[in-house]
């Protein structure tokens, strides 16, 4: 009886384990046929805007009306946007195809450029044409070979979770045809060398990824890196726990991750800092800030400080804030009069003690360089009237700013209130186009004390 019993037993375990583990599998399947379909998606749609793009570039060749192009080149920039998401669903992030995504930046930065202007006072010229017919032919050799990989997926029911897998393993370099074909497609973009800076439009991208290509200095050892660190936390401690990491290998830059733990206070500092050079990239000191001693004039101080014994100079204060028990505070570069957005600095203040506990230098590395700045094509009276008529001027400068499609501008900057909100409007001290308007954040209320 008891035997029967056990039997009994054993058997619902079974039956319920195998139940389980149908269900796990079954689970499993599922997630891996969702994400099987997602990437055949994004690469077919991927395919198909390509083709898409081909034949709208083509179009754009034969058009000589603004009517006609403006829409053309609007519809290249929307093509090139969903090809570029396409491309980020995909499973690459382990298989360099950034020329080809590079490719496609390139694209919809001189569309965009060239759609948004008066086409009719500024019609394309040779040069701009000849970019068009080089963009034509390499979007055409790019269609070549994504349709034979999307040839040889459909014929032999490829599945793109092998190549995920193949990524992660690192056997991408075993007989894998998606792989292969994606790497023939990055390799053909790849051969198109200079011919893509034909336009000055281009450079943007390029900018962008230029990374800290204009620091100055030796290179720096992990030693130098952790005494570097040391001297930006001022941390007196004497048991203090070191670790340094080299980081950035393969790519255009490298630094060094240094985090410094003090035992006594059971503080923790955290800093990166560029191999050439020994630049703070950022820097972070993770301990609680629980009153405020200090007011916000007096944390600009300790920031202002704080940037000249670290050789930060030139800058000035254009944003403070205070959140809770901490102040925030941003720092831009001023030349002649003339605020350097782009060259960003900031600064995170302890409102206890006035030490700082938060540091960031990344837009400021990236971007700081010798810049010859022009002279305004147009005077400040005119810009001023290119501003709405509802705003109220309160002050007014030179800027210097990334615009949209990330090019540097010369700017007249003006600061301006309409009722309670206050904004800030850049006019392009050449042409008079307003480049960019930001509505500043107004002061968060205590809803407790609305209730």
Partial sequence: MIRNIVIALLVVVVAGTAFWGYQEHK???????????????????????????????????AMNSRHSLSPALTDVWRITSEAQSDVGQLPLTLLPFNKTEEFLAKISDFSYKTAVRDLEKEPLNDQ???????????????????????????????????????????????????????????KKVSGYGQTNEMNPTFTTVQQRNQNFKNLQGATITKKEAIAKAKSYTHSKGKNLKVDVEENGKGSDYGFYSVSILDKDTDTELNMD????????????????????????????????????????????????????????LNFVSSEKGVKIYPDSVKVKIALDDGSVIGFSADEYLKS????????????????????????????????????????????????GTIKDDTYRIFINADTGQEEKVDKLKNSEPVYENLL
């Avoid at 997630?31 to 749609?45: G, P, S």
């Avoid at 995920?164 to 497609?185: C, P, Q, R, W, Y």
């Avoid at 993770?286 to 405020?292: E, G």
């Avoid at 305004?376 to 949209?404: F, H, Q, R, T, W």
């Fill in 27 to 61: 689970e499993k399947n599922a997630i891996l046929i969702n994400a099987e379909n997602t990437y055949q998606r994004a690469f077919h749609d991927l395919s198909y805007q390509v083709d898409l793009l081909h034949d709208k570039v083509g179009g754009t060749l």
């Fill in 128 to 186: 701009e044409y000849s970019t068009l017919k080089s963009l034509y032919t390499q979007a055409g050799d790019i269609q070549d070979e994504l349709r034979k990989v999307q040839y040889l997926v459909l014929k032999n029911n490829l599945r793109w979770m092998d190549v995920e897998m193949a990524l992660a393993s690192g056997k991408e370099n075993s007989d894998n045809t998606i792989i292969d074909g994606l790497e023939t497609v990055e």
């Fill in 273 to 328: 800092l560029t191999k050439k050079g020994g630049y703070p990239i950022w820097y972070i000191n993770n301990r609680d800030v629980n009153k405020t001693n200090i007011d916000l004039n007096q944390a600009n101080t300790k920031a202002v400080d704080f940037l000249k014994e670290h050789d930060f100079s030139s800058l000035e204060l254009f944003e403070s804030a205070q959140y809770d028990n901490i102040a925030l």
């Fill in 368 to 415: 700081h360089k010798t810049r010859e700045i022009g002279n305004p094509k147009i005077s400040e009276k005119e810009a001023k009237e290119k501003i709405n008529l509802n705003v109220k001027i309160m002050e007014e400068g030179k800027a210097l700013i990334i615009n949209d499609i990330g090019e540097e501008v010369l700017c007249y900057e003006f600061l």
